[in-house]
C-alpha cells in the first residue's frame, strides 16, 4: 500500500484548536525586544513582591519542602491559609481537606475547570472581551463559547463598560451548561457590583447553571470599589468553582501558584482534570504564598494605593496624550479608545506603535469573538515602575503632537 501523500495526511493540530495560533502576547513581546520599546503589554509585573515571600520560598528549599512532588491537592499549609483568607475576607467557610485545590496558576485551574465540567456540545457563556485562555479550554473541551459583550457607557467620571444583565439573560438556552464571569474584568477593569452579581446568581439558580469566576485580581480594587464573590450569594456556594491567584496579589507571576475552592463534589470533579495536567507544581512556592495570604490587611491596602497610583500616572498621560481613557475600578490594565487620534484600527495602531512610540500595547479587539466590537480599542499595562510608566507617557504625548 503506498504512503499517503502529505497532501492527504490528516491536519496535525486538532481541529477543535486551528483557530488558535500564535498570541498576540508572543507577537508583540517579539515587537518590544527587536525594537527596544517598553512593553506594557503583557501583564506582569517589573518587580518582585514582598521580600518576605521570597524569603519563605528560599527557606521552604532549604529545608528540603517542597522539593519533591507535593500532595495532589496542594500543600496543607497553604490549603489551610486559603480557607482562612475567604473565612475572613468574604465569610465563606471552606473545608481545607475536601473543597480546596491548588493549581499551577489560575490559568490551569481554569482549563482543569472547564474539562471537568463541560461536556462536547455544551454553551458556555463567558463576558466579552475575555481572557484568551477562555475560548481555547471551552473549545478543548468540546464545548461551544457564547460571548456577552460588555459595552461602553458614560459613567460620571468618565466612560466605562458595563453588563447588560438582559442581553446575559437572553443568551442562556436549554444548552447552557456554565457561566464564566471574571470580575474584576481583565482587559476592562469592570468590577461587578452588588446588583449586577445578585441578578447572575438568580439567572444561575433559575436555570440551574454552574459557574466558573476567575477572581485573580481580588485584591486590586480601586477608588471604593468591592469585590464580592459570587459564591457568597444565595444558591451559589453548591454550583460555584471560586479560582484566585498568588501571581496578581503578591507580584510572583512566576511562581505559577493558583487554587480553586468549591464544594466536594465540584473540587473532586476539577482535580480529576487537574492530575493529568500538570499533576503538580510550584512545590516550595506554596509554603510562601502560605505566609502571604496571612499578611495584615494593611499590605494589601499598600498594594492597592501603589497600584492606584500608577493607574492614574498612566490613564492621565493618556488622556493627556489624546486617547478616551476608560478608567479602570480593578486589576492592572488601562483601555484607551484610538479613535479620538484619528485612528480606528486596533491590530494597526499596537503593530505601528513600537516604531511611532517605542511604547508596545495589545488590540483589545483579540479578546472579542464580535472583533468589530473591540477594534478601536487598546490595553496597557501600569503594573511597572513608576520611571517605566513616566517615560511610556512622555513618549505617547510626543505621538499625539508628531504623528497624527
Given at each position: 500500500m503506498a504512503p499517503?501523500?502529505?497532501?492527504?495526511?490528516?491536519?496535525?493540530l486538532n481541529r477543535r484548536l486551528t483557530e488558535f495560533g500564535t498570541t498576540i502576547f508572543?507577537?508583540?513581546?517579539?515587537?518590544?525586544?527587536?525594537?527596544?520599546s517598553l512593553n506594557l503589554g503583557q501583564g506582569?509585573?517589573?518587580?518582585?513582591?514582598?521580600?518576605?515571600?521570597?524569603?519563605?520560598a528560599v527557606r521552604a528549599l532549604r529545608e528540603g519542602r517542597g522539593n519533591q512532588y507535593p500532595p495532589g491537592p496542594g500543600v496543607p499549609e497553604l490549603r489551610a491559609a486559603i480557607t482562612a483568607h475567604q473565612q475572613r475576607r468574604y465569610g465563606l467557610a471552606y473545608d481545607p481537606d475536601t473543597e480546596v485545590l491548588v493549581t499551577a496558576g489560575a490559568t490551569e485551574a481554569i482549563a482543569a475547570a472547564l474539562l471537568a465540567?463541560?461536556?462536547?456540545?455544551?454553551?458556555?457563556?463567558?463576558?466579552?472581551?475575555?481572557?484568551?485562555?477562555?475560548?481555547?479550554c471551552v473549545a478543548m473541551a468540546g464545548?461551544?463559547?457564547?460571548?456577552?459583550?460588555?459595552?461602553?457607557?458614560?459613567?460620571?467620571?468618565?466612560?466605562?463598560?458595563?453588563?447588560?444583565?438582559?442581553e446575559l439573560r437572553d443568551a442562556v438556552t436549554g444548552r447552557t451548561r456554565l457561566l464564566l464571569i471574571n470580575t474584576p474584568h481583565n482587559p476592562t477593569g469592570t468590577?461587578?457590583?452588588?446588583?449586577?452579581?445578585?441578578?447572575?446568581?438568580?439567572?444561575?439558580?433559575?436555570?440551574?447553571?454552574?459557574?466558573v469566576t476567575d477572581e485573580v485580581y481580588e485584591h486590586l480594587v480601586f477608588d471604593g470599589a468591592e469585590h464580592v464573590p459570587l459564591a457568597s450569594f444565595p444558591g451559589m456556594r453548591e454550583r460555584t468553582i471560586g479560582i484566585g491567584s498568588a501571581g496578581k496579589s503578591f507580584s510572583y507571576t512566576g511562581w505559577k501558584v493558583g487554587w480553586v475552592t468549591g464544594t466536594a463534589a465540584l473540587v473532586t470533579a476539577v482535580r480529576s482534570a487537574k492530575q493529568f495536567l500538570t499533576y503538580v507544581a510550584s512545590g516550595p512556592f506554596q509554603y510562601a504564598v502560605a505566609e502571604g495570604l496571612a499578611l495584615?490587611?494593611?499590605?494589601?491596602?499598600?498594594?492597592?494605593?501603589?497600584?492606584?497610583?500608577k493607574r492614574d500616572l498612566l490613564a492621565d498621560g493618556l488622556r493627556d496624550a489624546g486617547f478616551s481613557v476608560f478608567r479602570p475600578a480593578g486589576t492592572y490594565f488601562v483601555t484607551a479608545d484610538v479613535r479620538p487620534l484619528g485612528e480606528s484600527d486596533g491590530f494597526a495602531f499596537c503593530r505601528a506603535l513600537p516604531e511611532r512610540a517605542g511604547v508596545v500595547a495589545i488590540p483589545n479587539a483579540v479578546f472579542y469573538?464580535?472583533?468589530?466590537?473591540?477594534?478601536?480599542?487598546?490595553?496597557?499595562?501600569?503594573?511597572?515602575?513608576?520611571?517605566?510608566?513616566?517615560?511610556?507617557?512622555?513618549?505617547?504625548?510626543?505621538?499625539?503632537?508628531?504623528?497624527?
Amino acid at each position: 500500500m503506498a504512503p499517503m501523500t502529505s497532501s492527504a495526511r490528516r491536519p496535525l493540530l486538532n481541529r477543535r484548536l486551528t483557530e488558535f495560533g500564535t498570541t498576540i502576547f508572543a507577537e508583540m513581546s517579539a515587537l518590544a525586544l527587536s525594537t527596544g520599546s517598553l512593553n506594557l503589554g503583557q501583564g506582569f509585573p517589573d518587580t518582585d513582591g514582598p521580600e518576605e515571600l521570597r524569603e519563605a520560598a528560599v527557606r521552604a528549599l532549604r529545608e528540603g519542602r517542597g522539593n519533591q512532588y507535593p500532595p495532589g491537592p496542594g500543600v496543607p499549609e497553604l490549603r489551610a491559609a486559603i480557607t482562612a483568607h475567604q473565612q475572613r475576607r468574604y465569610g465563606l467557610a471552606y473545608d481545607p481537606d475536601t473543597e480546596v485545590l491548588v493549581t499551577a496558576g489560575a490559568t490551569e485551574a481554569i482549563a482543569a475547570a472547564l474539562l471537568a465540567l463541560v461536556e462536547p456540545g455544551d454553551e458556555v457563556i463567558a463576558l466579552e472581551p475575555y481572557y484568551d485562555s477562555y475560548a481555547a479550554c471551552v473549545a478543548m473541551a468540546g464545548g461551544r463559547r457564547v460571548p456577552v459583550t460588555l459595552r461602553p457607557h458614560e459613567g460620571p467620571d468618565g466612560p466605562v463598560f458595563r453588563l447588560d444583565l438582559d442581553e446575559l439573560r437572553d443568551a442562556v438556552t436549554g444548552r447552557t451548561r456554565l457561566l464564566l464571569i471574571n470580575t474584576p474584568h481583565n482587559p476592562t477593569g469592570t468590577v461587578l457590583n452588588r446588583t449586577e452579581l445578585a441578578a447572575i446568581a438568580e439567572l444561575a439558580v433559575e436555570r440551574d447553571l454552574l459557574v466558573v469566576t476567575d477572581e485573580v485580581y481580588e485584591h486590586l480594587v480601586f477608588d471604593g470599589a468591592e469585590h464580592v464573590p459570587l459564591a457568597s450569594f444565595p444558591g451559589m456556594r453548591e454550583r460555584t468553582i471560586g479560582i484566585g491567584s498568588a501571581g496578581k496579589s503578591f507580584s510572583y507571576t512566576g511562581w505559577k501558584v493558583g487554587w480553586v475552592t468549591g464544594t466536594a463534589a465540584l473540587v473532586t470533579a476539577v482535580r480529576s482534570a487537574k492530575q493529568f495536567l500538570t499533576y503538580v507544581a510550584s512545590g516550595p512556592f506554596q509554603y510562601a504564598v502560605a505566609e502571604g495570604l496571612a499578611l495584615p490587611e494593611s499590605f494589601f491596602e499598600g498594594l492597592r494605593k501603589d497600584f492606584t497610583r500608577k493607574r492614574d500616572l498612566l490613564a492621565d498621560g493618556l488622556r493627556d496624550a489624546g486617547f478616551s481613557v476608560f478608567r479602570p475600578a480593578g486589576t492592572y490594565f488601562v483601555t484607551a479608545d484610538v479613535r479620538p487620534l484619528g485612528e480606528s484600527d486596533g491590530f494597526a495602531f499596537c503593530r505601528a506603535l513600537p516604531e511611532r512610540a517605542g511604547v508596545v500595547a495589545i488590540p483589545n479587539a483579540v479578546f472579542y469573538d464580535h472583533r468589530e466590537m473591540g477594534a478601536p480599542f487598546v490595553r496597557f499595562a501600569f503594573c511597572k515602575r513608576v520611571e517605566v510608566l513616566e517615560e511610556a507617557v512622555r513618549r505617547l504625548k510626543g505621538l499625539s503632537r508628531t504623528d497624527i
